[in-house]
């Protein structure tokens, strides 16, 4: 899926739209859009960013309180 930055866009915050996180999203959204760390931290408006079709999901810590 194609998105466009929007004005004052950073990368983590177009994962944190479409992805609902950024935890392990951002890297694969970095390693598919070769030369994009380059324009610096805000993306510039209307850069085309493509990200992958689905995401896997974060792994979470399980914390009992009581065994």
């Not at 951002?26 to 070769?34: I, K």
């Not at 990200?51 to 009581?66: E, K, M, T």
């Amino acid at each position: 899926m194609q998105v466009y930055a929007k004005q004052g866009d950073t990368l983590d915050m177009i994962c944190q739209r479409y992805f609902g996180r950024t935890a392990g999203i951002t890297e694969q959204v970095l390693a598919a859009n070769r030369g994009v760390a380059e324009l610096g931290a805000v993306l510039p408006l209307g850069q085309v960013i493509q990200l992958p079709d689905q995401a896997p999901q974060a792994q979470r810590a399980v914390i009992q309180l009581w065994d």
